[in-house]
């Protein structure tokens, strides 16, 4: 049984610490704050309640099999439900498009109804990634990424010179297309010129898996999953910062803290690697991706009748996400911002189409700084800076012996279904005790 210390308490972290437990090791997850669950929280006010971070999750399969390899399966202790509509796009020209997932013909009728022919060029673009993404599925999303031994047909994506930006123009003529398929990175901050080609996979992964979320809020899951660590009897340690990671001759032997140093025989960093000095040096080449402005709203009497996300293209972009917990007759929305924001996103909201001006009653606005402070780093890990990014992003293992990284700065990658891979691509590496 080795001894193990998890740095971090997000979904990465307690994925990690889950499912080392379970693999027979003593673990110990670190967490500088007064609870579990990182990004995944809630904000409440006045009778409101809003998710902090992620409504939904692609890939539930990798929820699943967390839940599963650690214990009990994920249905006996939380509800994972297929969301009908992912997103709808609202243009500027004053076109719509309601994306849904896990059906190419019911996107091909949505895109359809943008211009004759589009519909089939979206699903051509789609069907594109199908063995993008069972090459990358295979060789670097489920298993350890090591380009000395890897295929030439992974290696050949992974190391491509082409960009998301390039790739969308020669096959997208529509710019509305073009707009849908590289909303997410958009949205998390990213330049589409920066962005390797092959991560266009999300449109693939979308169309056939759908989108999935929990009843009740995502802060159920992290609830969930701390109640399966104190099952794997993992030690929880809140409120204990970690000022480095202890390393002699060349290996991790401890963990740091405000506390005193925690003895291990290996250390998983769940957080940004720039906090912990002994990996800083590592990772100088990357930068985080800066979350959007957040304006949590309650609202009361009768608002636009808007799906659980609706995105408002223009500059600036305005993503809307109903959903939460509201007194009755009120409801919750969430707004989200990106490009100029040179007025209030209410009010840029109010000329895109969809006036609350005069519905709201509860607001509780969050900058990226004040993000970014609360959670100790950016929630959307590591941002793209073209296929380099691959060689500085750290995970699962990282050049100091004995230390793994996961969560969203590691291998592969931000997001739900990434950070939890990242978990368990660290246990691979580790093994079973």
Not at 44 to 73: C, Q, Y
Not at 215 to 241: C, K, N, Q, Y
Not at 385 to 408: D, F, I, N
Request: aromatic share 6%; net charge neutral; glycine share 12%.
């Amino acid at each position: 049984m080795a001894r193990i210390a998890v740095i971090g308490g997000g979904f990465g972290g307690m994925a990690a610490a889950a499912r080392l437990a379970k693999l027979g090791h003593d673990v110990t997850l670190l967490e500088q704050g007064p609870r579990l669950g990182g990004a995944l929280d809630t904000i409440e006010a006045d009778g409101f309640s809003w998710d902090a971070g992620p409504a939904m999750t692609l890939l539930p399969a990798v929820i699943r099999d967390l839940f599963r390899k650690s214990g009990r399966p994920l249905e006996k202790e939380l509800e994972l439900v297929s969301r009908d509509v992912i997103r709808e796009h609202w243009f500027a020209d004053g076109s719509t498009v309601t994306l849904r997932g896990g059906s190419r013909g019911v996107q091909y009728d949505a895109f359809e109804e943008l211009g004759k022919g589009l519909g089939q060029q979206w699903c051509d673009h789609v069907a594109a990634y199908a063995d993008d993404w069972e090459v990358v599925r295979r060789e670097y999303l489920e298993r350890p990424w090591r380009p000395e031994i890897a295929s030439k047909e992974v290696v050949a994506r992974l190391q491509s010179r082409t960009m998301l930006a390039k790739r969308l123009k020669k096959e997208l003529g529509d710019e509305r297309l073009r707009l849908v398929a590289g909303h997410p990175f958009f949205m998390d901050g990213h330049d589409l010129r920066n962005v390797p080609a092959w991560m266009g996979v999300n449109a693939y992964v979308e169309q056939n898996f759908g989108a999935w979320t929990v009843p009740g809020g995502m802060a159920r899951l992290a609830d969930a999953l701390a109640s399966r660590l104190e099952t794997r009897r993992v030690t929880v340690e809140l409120d204990t910062p970690v000022t480095d990671i202890v390393v002699r001759d060349g290996r991790a032997v401890a963990v740091a803290t405000a506390a005193g140093e925690v003895d291990a025989d290996a250390v998983v960093c769940a957080v940004d690697p720039r906090r912990v000095p002994t990996l800083a040096p590592y990772v100088v080449k990357t930068m985080p991706a800066i979350p959007p402005y957040v304006v949590h709203l309650g609202l009361d009497g009768d608002v636009p009748d808007l799906g659980p996300e609706t995105v408002f293209h223009g500059d600036p972009t305005i993503v809307v996400r109903t959903g939460g917990t509201a007194p009755e007759g009120c409801h919750a929305w969430t707004l989200y911002g990106r490009g100029h924001l040179s007025e209030d996103m209410v009010l840029a909201l109010s000329r895109m189409g969809a006036n609350v001006r005069a519905n709201v009653v509860a607001r509780v606005d969050r900058t990226p700084r004040a993000q970014v402070a609360g959670l100790g780093s950016s929630p959307l890990g590591v941002l793209w800076q073209g296929r380099a990014t691959l060689q500085h992003r750290l995970g699962p293992r990282t050049p100091v012996e004995g230390v793994y990284a996961a969560g969203a700065n590691a291998t592969p990658g931000s997001g739900l279904p990434y950070v939890g891979l990242s978990a368990s691509l660290v246990a691979q590496e580790i093994g079973p005790a």
